[in-house]
Structures are given as structure tokens and as C-alpha cells.
């Protein structure tokens, strides 16, 4: 069943593409109610495999059998969470584009498309398939920013799909070679992770793959698509690009990378862990002086991928887990911010300058923002009580077991959030509005702002509630992602006697 | 074997023919007064039959023989060939009813078909000299076809081009394999291979692999022997250019593969990073690697779309001669999985290339600028058919690129030998991304004033481009379903060869 939340997006794409012109609510309502179908579907799933334990099957058949190629699509607990962060992150967005009129139904169209391939690299177990379902994202990706982005779009748009083909160009050679040294006829994920490659090709095999996939998870120092994507990108994509695409890179670097090549994983665990690090730092040091409202985000998406990477190569349960509910969170939180400052802030000042918008004291024309602002932030600062904290805590505990010196580098790193964070709050919203008549150059002083939309409105709380949900009761996703633990594809995670 | 059995053998190149000199006969005492379009459409129906009951004779008469001492070899895999040839032939026939270049409407057609008599010869040759003449019946025949639009001197030069440059691969060819008659004394390709085997290389033989490699080269327009390709493509006539991208280069690829694995069995060399050994293998190495990066960077610079798509199919030779390679070893599924669906895809790029050509008269990238306003449909099978080129899963031409590099790399003695190869392959595929998208940007994000109307375009080409366009998705999807055909005749070539009146290697013996 779980496998409908991918044929469902791919039809919602294709009815929406071949509605008549100019339906423009037609369009918005087919979209939303696909996202909110493959939502459901992913909410049982969660249900579902919430008394399960390892690999789930959904379905498993022969695709291209003279290659061994297989059509297997299943889930673990990882999978499931996030299949979960893609259903939320596709309504959110679709709410808070409520208002694109520009080629709205060519909007959705790629729109539900990219989600589709989203979920479809989520359920992929057959590495072919999961590869096919990583490049359709791309193209998507591409037009959604080229055609509705804003600032450089299309500089920031090609980018971001060249940096993504790259890095699936580096997968596919280390996919490539995998399946011929295996010599076993077969794609499939579990199978190639029983098999020991020999650790000579182990050693180049596995970073080819991990960076190629960490060049979309905002690996340091091939994170640069990202700020410029994500701030050309129009709300909805740049949520959909930082909420989830983002974890498409560290999904592949834990499923595919450290599941197949686990003697490269122990040799280049340490190396990587330091470009994750400074990768929290940058990001954070970035983002402290930027100019833009949208480039902090920006860089603060950096910033928070780097905990999801440094927990990933904590290499062990807790800093996993730590990882996986790291990915989860940022993509609510993240999703959040960017529907802040990109439709409530953006589309009603048009302009997202902080020393313009400090000016608009914005917190008393449109207050409901600043709320949502502020709880974003308090989340994103990981402040207990929101499922930022748990998932960064985890993180450094498990960073601490493994390299001490980078788990202080990380905390620092989450200081310097705080900082930002604070900074583009108070800028924002909370400006010195004192001197705001005489020092307005122009003299506009937007008195009058649209309300927040009641889709809006949907949208914020829906990602505030989950976020709150999680912080308060982690348990629900964290035995979720434990339980995946114990599949064959963790063989090489140091098990019972953990931290 | 007797006149019947032979003539039994040919009798799809044979219908071929017939064909078209029906067509050139009706054309020339029936309608000589009519309209052109008329006559077009009469013409195209004459040959699409023609073409069509030729491929179904092959379909519904499987025989498999070996006439004449590998002059006309009938297999499962060469009549594969032979089919999708006169598929592809099918396709730029119904391309040409659009076109008004021309009043010669039977000469055209019939060019067309005798074009793919040769290729067809072609790959059921397993023969030195038939390889030759068949070549040369298919260039000519080409070249023809370049310079048919009379009033374009752009047509003229590229035809001029294709001609002086075919002539001299032409002589390149013939010297090569002159040479390899002259050390083995045969001229049919497994006895030959049986007499060049021994150890090392003579240096004889070296020179025959390389004028064989330059003439190939010339054919199939591989760096540095690629400089007609794109005044070619830009210049010819737009279905001519469509064909010589398409079927030429499937056959072409075919025979070149086949020359190579079954001529000089024995002389691959190898091209691994660190275990240099001179034979064919580093030729063709080298040769691949500089199609690839010149192809894919000089077509980053082009504003014309057909210059972009002649310098793509450059490219596209560099990784087609990496599948020559990988047939080494194995079969020939990866490259013929590669050609046959490169060929449907670049037709159908051509196609509709045709299409806005028709409506707005240039071919530069510009004039594609909004497309997907005026045209929807044929603009998303523009992205379909880019894409593909591109490498972009769920199209034909990831799957191909996929299955192709995969058995490049099983290929050689050490295993991952031409991993540096493979590498850059898929690197050099990553830039094409990028002018790929340069072309769909024009089409989708460029922004045009509206049009009052949307613009007319022809409906055979559209419903041509739209069939190409679902056959790359579901050849995509679906490899299986030429797989099956490609992978079971290689099983029962083998079968062939082992049956010891039809086997080359051992009627030496």
C-alpha cells in the first residue's frame, strides 16, 4: 500500500498537467488532495510498522531480469520517518503556495512530480530503482526554480541541478562498480551489503558515493547549490528543497553508501565527521552576517545538515538516531522558515533586505508571522520542547562517544545558532521601529498588509503542532528508527553493548 | 546453395529495392503533373509498404543461414537489425511529408530506400569486400541525399563536406582491409581472425587497426575525424540529416563492432589505466575519449540546434564506441540497445526540430523560446527526447547508458580496466546536462508574448514525434522488451557458430 504514495503523486502530476487551461483551483485543490492522500498513506505506514522490526517488504518484482534489476520497493523505520517528513512537507507546501496563480497548473504538475520521486528513493531498496527515483527529482527541481524562483533563478537553478547531477554521476560510478565486482547479478540493496568488497575498492568506492550523495545533504564544501537554490527558489520549493531533498543526500549517504562499503565507512569516518563539523560552523558563521532574510535560512539549512552528516558518522546507535530525528525535524522546522520569510514576510514587503524589513515593524502588521517566527526560531535553536532539541542532543551524545573534540565543535555550533537566530528575529520582526518615519528614504512605510490567509495559517500550525509533537513525545519516531537498526543492512553498527 | 534459396535469403533487401523502383517508376509516368504535396504522400505510401512488408517478411520467415561464406549472414540478431533499419527508415519517410525542398519526390524516396538496402547488406555481412560495397552503396546514397535541397548552398557544402570526407574514410577502409586480406589470405572475417592470431602484434596488422579504425571513425564521425558531422547536420536537408544521425549510425556501429570483435578476435590489447598492451582496445580508447569531451564541450558554445545536435551525437559516439569495446567480451546487446534507441531518440529530436522549423524557418535555439506555449505537446516531447540524450532516468537513454557502462566495465581481463574510461563518460555526461537544459530552458522558462493563436503545426509530424517520444519512455521503462529480443539471438548466435558447417572458426580448420 505504502507504495501508492508514489503512483498517487505521479497520477495527482499528471491529471493536474492535462487539465484544461486556466483552472487554476482545480489545480491547487487535485494537488492538495494528492499530498494529503500520500500523507495518510505514509501516516498508516507509520501505524503499521510501528510493531514491525526491519525490512518490510512492499513489493518485490522482477523488472529487468537480464540485468537482475528489480522492482523492490520497501520500508524500515528510517524509511517510514521519513516518507512521514515528505507527506507534511508536500502539504505545507502546496498550502503555502495557495496564492501562485503564474502557470499554476505546470507549478503543481513538477511539483508532485518531485515528490513523487522523493518518496519513491524513501521506499527503494533495489539500488537501480532507488537511483531512478533520485534523478527524476532533479529535473523538477530545476524548472520549479528557473520558471516561479526570484532572485538569479536561473543561475541558482542550474546550479543546483548541475551540483545534483554531479553528485549522482559520482553515485552511479560507485553503483556501477559495485554491481560488476559483486558479479552477482543483482541490484538489490540487502544482497550487496552481504556481499565484502574488497577493501582496496572500499577505499575509493565508499567516498565517491558518500560525497556524492553528500553534495545534496550540504557536505561542506560542496554545499554552495544550496543558499543560492534555495534562496532563487520560489516558497514552496525552496521548503520542499530544504525540508526533503536535502535528506534525499543523507538518506543515501547512511542506505547506500555506509551500508555497502562498511570497511570505507570505518577508514573515512573521521575525515568526513571533521567536513561536517565545519560545515555547522560555516554554515552558522555565514548566516550570522548575511544580509538577506532568505541567505540565513539558507545557511542555517548548511548548518543543521552538517548535525544530521556528523551523526551519521558517529557510527553508532544513539548518534544515528540522533541523525534520522535530526532529518526529521530540520525538515519541519526549516519547511517552516522558509514559508515565513518566503510567502508571509516576502510576498507581502517584497523585499526580504533585513535593514528594509526592520524598518516595517512587521511584528505589529502582520503579528501572527511574528508568532510563528518566533516559536520557528525557539525550535530551530533547539530549545527543549521542540524536536530540534532531542535530535541535536542525541547527535552530540553520540559525537562525544566517538570524537570527543568535534562533539564541542558542535555545541559551539549550536551557540553561534542561537546567535543568528536571535539576529534575524529581532532584525525581522522586532525592529527599532523608533526611527522608522523620518529614516524611511523612500517613504513607503507599508501600512497596509494582506492578512495571513487561512491556508497559511493551516500550514504554520500544522509544521509548529508536529514539531512540538515530536519534541514532547520522541519516543513515537525514535523506537520507529531504532527498530530499523536491526536489519542486515546495520551488520556493521556495534550492537547490545551501545553508549 | 541455389538462386532460390539466396534469392529467398535477400528477399527483404530484395523487396527494398523493388520498392524503390516502383516508387521512382510511378513517380516518374504517373504523377509527374500532380501537386507535389500529392505526390509526397503517394511516394511516402509506396515506400512505408514497401519497408514494412519487408520487415514483416523478416519477422514472420525466421531463417537463419549463412550464405555464400559470410557474404549474407541471416541471424536472429542481424534480422533485429534489419528491422529497426527499416523502422527508422519508416520514421524519416513519414518526416519527409512535410518537407517542400524537393520536386524530385521519387529520386527522394527512392534514394532513401537504396540508402537502406546498403544498410542492411550491411550488417548481414560477416564478408570484407560485401562490408565494403554495401558501405559504399549507403554512402553514396547519403551523400545524394545531403545535396537534394538544389536551392540551399548550405545543403550543397554540406553534401560536398560529407562526400570529400566519406570519399577519403572510404579509402581508409578499403586499405585496411586490403591489408588484412593481404596477411590472412581471406576475406570473410572469422577466417581472418584465425590467421592473425599468434603472439604479439605484427606490425602490419597495427597498421590495418588503425585504417580501419580512421575509416569507421569517419563513418560513425568520431574525433578527430568529425569535422563533416555538424555542417552536415545543419546544412542537409532536414529528413537526410535525421537519417544519416539515425539508421546510418546504427548500422554503422554495427558493422564496426562486428568488424572488430569477429575480424580481429584476438588483437584487443588492452586499455587499462596500468596494463597498456597495444591491439584495438587503446585505438578505440583513445578515440572514444576524445568524442566524448570534445563532443559534449563544443556543444556547450553552439546556437544552432542542429550544429548542438550533431555535436551531441558526437558525443553520443565517444560512449557508442565504449559499447564497441564491451562487445568484446560479451555480447552485442549494451551497444545495439545504445544505438537502436539513440537512433528513435535523435529522430525524434530532429523531428521537432523540423516542426518549429516549419512554423518559424530557423533552427537556433532561440527560435525554440516558449515552445511549450505554443506547442505543448511537442515541447514536453522535446524534454522527453533531451533528456534522454541527457541520461535522465525513467528514458531509454539512461538505461542504455546504465547497461552499457556496466558491461564496459566487466569487459578485459582485469577486472574495472576501463573504469578511467567509464569515469569520464559518465563525467562528460554530466556536463551535456547542462546545454540540454539550456535548449528546455528556452522551451519552458523563457517567457514569450502570448500568441493569439496557437501556432499550426503539421499533424503526421506531430503524431510521428509523439510515437517517438512514448517509445523512448517505454523502451525506458520497459528495457525488457528489446532486451529479450537482443540477449536471446545472442544465445543462439553462438548456437550458430557452434554448428560446424556455418561456423567460420572451424571451417578453417
Known amino acids: 500500500m505504502l507504495a501508492w504514495t508514489i503512483y498517487s503523486s505521479f497520477i495527482g502530476a499528471t491529471v493536474v498537467m492535462l487539465l484544461p487551461r486556466g483552472l487554476t483551483r482545480a489545480a491547487r485543490v487535485v494537488a492538495l488532495l494528492t499530498a494529503i492522500f500520500g500523507f495518510v498513506i505514509a501516516m498508516a505506514g507509520v501505524m503499521h510498522g510501528r510493531n514491525c522490526s526491519g525490512i518490510e517488504a512492499v513489493v518485490r518484482t522482477d523488472w529487468i531480469p537480464t540485468l537482475g534489476i528489480r522492482y523492490y520497493l520497501a520500508a524500515d523505520g528510517i524509511s517510514l520517518t521519513l516518507g512521514l517528513l515528505t507527506g507534511l512537507a508536500a502539504i505545507a507546501g502546496i498550502l503555502f503556495s495557495w496564492n501562485l496563480e503564474h502557470r499554476a497548473k505546470e507549478f503543481f504538475a513538477f511539483y ?86 574488497p577493501y582496496g575498492m572500499q577505499l575509493w568506492a565508499f567516498p565517491l558515493v558518500f560525497v556524492g ?13 544550496a543558499p543560492t537554490g534555495h534562496v532563487a527558489a520560489p516558497t514552496a520549493a525552496s521548503m520542499l528543497l530544504a525540508g526533503v531533498v536535502m535528506k534525499l543526500g543523507a538518506y543515501g549517504c547512511l542506505r547506500v553508501a555506509m551500508s555497502l562499503f562498511p570497511l570505507g565507512l570505518a577508514a573515512w569516518s573521521r575525515p568526513l565527521a571533521v567536513l561536517a563539523a565545519i560545515g555547522i560552523i560555516y554554515g552558522a558563521l555565514v548566516a550570522l552576517v548575511q544580509k538577506d532574510f532568505k541567505f540565513v535560512i539558507g545557511y542555517s539549512s548548511v548548518s543543521h545538515m552538517g548535525f544530521v552528516l556528523l551523526g551519521l558518522l558517529t557510527l553508532n546507535t544513539i548518534g544515528l538516531t540522533g541523525a534520522v530525528l535530526q532529518m526529521f525535524s530540520h525538515g519541519i522546522i526549516a519547511g517552516l522558515l522558509f514559508a515565513v520569510v518566503g510567502r508571509m514576510v516576502y510576498d507581502r514587503t517584497h523585499t526580504r533586505d533585513l535593514g528594509e524589513l526592520e524598518q516595517m515593524n512587521l511584528s505589529k502588521t502582520i503579528p501572527f ?73 523612500v517613504g513607503h512605510a507599508p501600512v497596509e498588509l494582506p492578512p495571513i490567509s487561512i491556508p497559511e495559517r493551516v500550514g504554520a500550525i500544522l509544521l509548529i503542532a508536529t514539531s512540538v509533537l515530536v519534541g514532547l513525545f520522541p519516543g513515537i519516531l525514535m523506537r520507529l528508527i531504532t527498530s530499523s537498526f536491526e536489519s542486515s543492512l546495520f551488520g556493521w553498527l556495534p550492537k547490545g553493548g551501545g553508549p | ?68 561464406d559470410g557474404m549474407l549472414v541471416v541471424d536472429p540478431l542481424t534480422r533485429l537489425v534489419s528491422v529497426a533499419l527499416l523502422a527508422l527508415t519508416v520514421v524519416t519517410i513519414l518526416l519527409s511529408l512535410d518537407t517542400s525542398f524537393t520536386a524530385h519526390v521519387g529520386e527522394y524516396f527512392a534514394l532513401i530506400l537504396l540508402a537502406t538496402t546498403g544498410m542492411m547488406f550491411l550488417v548481414s555481412a560477416e564478408d570484407i569486400l560485401m562490408i565494403f560495397i554495401s558501405l559504399e552503396l549507403t554512402s553514396l546514397s547519403l551523400y545524394i541525399l545531403a545535396a ?36 590472412s589470405g581471406s576475406t570473410n572475417l572469422g577466417r581472418i581472425a584465425a590467421a592473425i592470431q599468434g603472439p604479439g602484434l605484427d606490425p602490419v596488422l597495427v597498421l590495418a587497426i588503425v585504417m580501419t579504425v580512421i575509416g569507421f571513425g569517419f563513418k560513425v564521425a568520431a574525433v578527430p575525424f568529425h569535422f563533416w558531422a555538424p555542417d552536415a547536420y545543419q546544412g542537409a536537408p532536414l529528413p537526410s540529416a535525421a537519417f544519416i544521425a539515425s539508421g546510418s549510425k546504427v548500422a554503422s556501429f554495427f558493422i564496426f563492432a562486428k568488424v572488430m570483435t569477429l575480424g580481429f578476435a584476438g588483437a584487443e590489447g588492452s586499455a587499462a589505466l596500468r596494463g597498456y598492451v597495444p591491439g584495438w582496445f587503446p585505438a578505440l580508447a ?84 516558449g515552445l511549450c506555449r505554443k506547442a505543448p505537446v511537442v515541447a514536453f ?45 559518465v563525467a562528460m555526461s554530466a556536463v551535456s546536462l547542462y546545454y540540454y537544459l539550456q535548449v528546455l530552458k528556452q522551451i519552458y522558462v523563457v517567457e514569450t508574448p502570448a500568441l493569439a493563436t496557437p501556432e499550426r503545426m503539421p499533424m503526421s509530424g506531430q503524431a510521428v514525434v509523439v ?16 532486451l529479450n529480443k537482443l540477449s536471446r539471438p545472442a544465445a543462439a548466435g553462438e548456437s550458430r557458430t557452434s554448428v560446424p558447417a556455418a561456423s567460420p572458426h572451424l571451417a578453417h580448420d
Not at chain 1, 551540483?163 to 559495485?178: E, H, N, P, Q
Not at chain 1, 550523495?213 to 547549490?225: D, M, S, V
Not at chain 1, 525557539?378 to 527543549?384: F, N, R, T
Not at chain 2, 510515437?467 to 528489446?482: K, S, T, Y
Request: with cysteine; hydrophobic share 60%.
Open chain 1, 369 to 441: 508571522a511574528a508568532v510563528i517566527l518566533t516559536l520557528a526560531s525557539v525550535a530551530s535553536m533547539g530549545l527543549p520542547g521542540f524536536s530540534g532539541f532531542v535530535a541535536e542532543l542525541q547527535v552530540l551524545i553520540g559525537a562525544w562517544h566517538a570524537f570527543s573534540t568535534l562533539a564541542i565543535v558542535g555545541g559551539i555550533g549550536i551557540l553561534l545558532g542561537v546567535a543568528y537566530t536571535l539576529r534575524v528575529l529581532q532584525r525581522a520582526f522586532f525592529g527599532d521601529h523608533q526611527r522608522e518615519v523620518p529614516a524611511s528614504p
Open chain 2, 381 to 425: 516531447c522535446m524534454m522527453i527526447f533531451l533528456l534522454s540524450l541527457a541520461g535522465i532516468p525513467p528514458l531509454a537513454g539512461f538505461f542504455g547508458k546504465f547497461y552499457l557502462f556496466a558491461s564496459a566495465l566487466e569487459t578485459g581481463p582485469k577486472n574495472l580496466g576501463l573504469l578511467w574510461l567509464v569515469v569520464l563518460a
Open chain 2, 1 to 68: 546453395m541455389n538462386g532460390i534459396e539466396l534469392l529467398k535469403l535477400a528477399a527483404p533487401q530484395v523487396i527494398v529495392v523493388v520498392t524503390a523502383l516502383a516508387v521512382l517508376a510511378a513517380d516518374l509516368l504517373a504523377l509527374r503533373e500532380l501537386d507535389v504535396r500529392f505526390r509526397l504522400v503517394i511516394g511516402a505510401m509506396i515506400s512505408t509498404l514497401g519497408c514494412v512488408v519487408a520487415a514483416a517478411w523478416i519477422v514472420a520467415l525466421p531463417e537463419g543461414a549463412n550464405a555464400m
Open chain 1, 112 to 197: 508532485l512530480g518531485l515528490i513523487g520521486g522523493v518518496y519513491g528513493v524513501f521506499l527503494s531498496f533495489d539500488l537501480f530503482l532507488l537511483f531512478v527515483f533520485y534523478e527524476l527529482a532533479i529535473i523538477p527541481k530545476y524548472f520549479l526554480i528557473a520558471i516561479w524562483g526570484s532572485t538569479h533563478k536561473e543561475y541558482g537553478a542550474m546550479k543546483l541541478a548541475l551540483y545534483s547531477f554531479v553528485g549522482s554521476a559520482m553515485v552511479l560510478i560507485g553503483l556501477i562498480a559495485a554491481y560488476v565486482v559483486a558479479g552477482a547479478r543483482t541490484m538489490d540493496l540487502v544482497e550487496l551489503a552481504r556481499f565484502h568488497f
Open chain 2, 148 to 183: 537534394f535541397n538544389k536551392q540551399n548552398v548550405q545543403s550543397a557544402e554540406a553534401a560536398l563536406k560529407y562526400f570529400l570526407f566519406g570519399g577519403l574514410s572510404a579509402a581508409f577502409t578499403l586499405m585496411g582491409l586490403s591489408l588484412l586480406y593481404g596477411l
Open chain 2, 286 to 369: 583513445v578515440v572514444s575519449a576524445a568524442s566524448m569531451v570534445l563532443g559534449n564541450l563544443a556543444a556547450i558554445a553552439q546556437v544552432s540546434l542542429r550544429r548542438l545536435l550533431a555535436y551531441s551525437a558526437i558525443a553520443h559516439a565517444g560512449y557508442l564506441l565504449l559499447g564497441v569495446m564491451a562487445s568484446g567480451s560479451q555480447n552485442l546487446a549494451p551497444l545495439l540497445y545504445y544505438a537502436i534507441t539513440y537512433g528513435l531518440t535523435t529522430l525524434g529530436a530532429f523531428g521537432v526540430v523540423s516542426l518549429v522549423q516549419h512554423q518559424c524557418g530557423g533552427d537556433s535555439i532561440s527560435d525554440f523560446a
Open chain 2, 467 to 482: 510515437l517517438l517520444a512514448a517509445a523512448v519512455v517505454v523502451l525506458g521503462c520497459a528495457p525488457n522488451v528489446l
Open chain 1, 213 to 225: 550523495f553528500g553534495i545534496l545533504a550540504g557536505l561542506w564544501p560542496f554545499h554552495t547549490w
